[in-house]
Structure formats: C-alpha cells, structure tokens
C-alpha cells in the first residue's frame, strides 16, 4: 500500500532531572506521545519507531533545571498520504451517499457518491447496503469488505481521508487482484509512475532529517506539534 515509508532521524531528548536513574524509560515514554500523531517535521504520522541510543551518558543541559540531552537515531515509521496515492482501508459503513472506512485501524476515510465511478450502484437488501458493479457482477462493496481507494485530500489534524474510487484500479481489492489482467495498461503504468513518486518522497524525506531534532518534555502541556523544534 502506498502512503507508508519509513524514515531515518537523528534525535535529541530532553529528560527530567527526576528520571536520571531512568533514562531510558524516560526517553521511550516521550517517544511514544509521537505516536498517531501527524508531525510536521517527518510530514507524517507516526506509527511506530524503533530506537538506537549513541551514547551511554546523557548531557547535562546549563539553565535552571539541569535537563539531560540524550541523543539518539531512531528509525520512524510513516503514514503520509498524499493526493493520488492508492491506499487500502475496510468498509464499515455504506450509505446511498457515500462508503465510510478505516485505514491502518486508525484513520477513517470517506468516499462520497460523487466521486465512486457510476460504474457501481447502490442498492439495499435486507437492510444491508452495497456498491454492486453493473459492469461485472461480483464486484461488490459492502461492510467488511477491503477496498482500494484513491487519495485526494487529507485532513492531519483529524487524520481524516477524503478518496475516490473513480478509477478502474479502485475497488473492492480481492475482486482487483483476481482480475487484475483486465485493468487498462495506462492505469498500470499511472499506479507505477505513483509508485516511483513515493520512492523519491522517502528518499528526500531521508535527506531532510540529517540535522538532530529535539525533544523537549518540559513543554509537555503544549501541542504534540509544537514539542519537536529542530536545531537552530
């Protein structure tokens, strides 16, 4: 699925005085309020990350509170979707108007009726919705069902999707992937030039993050966002 890269960081933590026999608790507990929260600076959502410490004693910090600077690389894992993209999510809910779903069992996303190709119609039974395709019977849309959707916005505040399923590659994936023969060869080559794209994205987000990034859970009372500065 495109939308997740992983990323290399160089990391500064500041520790309380107070955790100085627990350092590396410390720093783990500060790395972990980055998680399924979208940061600026990795331009991205974190899910996970999986840290290497560089040193074995922190740097006492000059100032009022003798803060310890621990440094460290940590390797993140990101949810960065962008425009385009093709990402995969479950169905949880469909309406006449729109399919509601959960990406990565965090995100939600919503594709509204004017952006699912009129390829597929909406159709009730027994009180159970679905997206059923005049064009090839089986491939149906319903809750449960995975789906592969395009990207067109993303709200990082709410971690929100808004997609699209108006191209022929969108669908219901294991309808897609059973006959995927039967795709046109310019959506093949669309998904793939996508694909490079996200590549060059992971490689210019390496590029972006040789400089030390610091922590600093001193400012713990303000936004998530505003806890990471990078150095001056």
């Known amino acids: 699925m495109e939308g997740l890269k992983v990323s290399d960081a ?25 998680l399924f929260t979208f940061s ?15 040193e074995k004693c922190a740097k006492v910090l000059s100032g009022v509170h003798p803060y310890f600077g621990v440094t460290l690389k940590a390797k993140l894992l990101l949810f960065s979707p962008k ?26 996303a919503v594709i509204a009726d004017k952006d699912i190709r009129e390829e597929f119609t909406y159709r009730n039974k027994h009180g159970q919705g679905r997206y059923i395709s005049r064009l090839h019977k089986r491939h149906v849309i319903k809750v ?30 294991h309808w897609l ?8 060869q310019s ?20 590029a972006m993050v040789e400089e030390p990034i610091f922590l600093d859970n001193a400012h713990a009372k303000k936004p998530k966002k505003q806890r990471i500065k990078e150095e001056s």
Do not use: C, W
Not at 188 to 202: Q, T
């Open 10 to 34: 160089n990391l500064v933590v500041y520790v309380h005085p107070s955790k100085s026999n627990k350092v590396h608790q410390a720093v783990l507990n500060e790395l972990s309020t980055l």
């Open 40 to 54: 600026e600076i990795f331009d991205g959502v974190v899910l996970a990350y999986d840290v290497n410490f560089l």
């Open 83 to 108: 425009p385009n993209m093709l990402l995969e999510a479950k169905v949880v809910k469909l309406t006449q108007e729109s399919i509601h779903a959960i990406v990565l069992g965090f995100s939600s």
């Open 144 to 173: 449960g069902t995975m789906i592969r959707f395009e990207v067109k916005s993303f709200d990082e505040e709410i971690l929100h999707v808004f997609g699209s399923l108006k191209l022929d590659t969108t669908g219901g994936i």
């Open 177 to 184: 992937d059973k006959n995927l023969e039967d795709v046109p």
């Open 187 to 206: 959506d093949r080559s669309a998904k793939k030039k996508r694909e490079n794209e996200g590549e060059s994205l992971i490689l210019e987000q390496n």
